[in-house]
């Protein structure tokens, strides 16, 4: 059903940012989990986990 339509015209309704396209969401989200992955990588580091 998707696969009709370009990702940038799908929307959804964010709570905290709102109006998104598929594709901004693809892209907050991929930045998110590196930022994460990115926070438990420095606190290994500091408590010599």
Not at 32 to 47: F, P
Request: aromatic share 10%; proline share 4%.
């Amino acid at each position: 059903m998707f696969n009709q339509y370009p990702i940038g015209v799908l929307t959804i309704q964010h709570p905290d940012n709102g109006t998104m396209t598929i594709a901004e969401v693809i892209r907050t989200y991929a930045w998110h989990g590196k930022h994460h992955s990115a926070h438990i990588t420095t606190l290994r580091k500091q408590k010599n986990w």
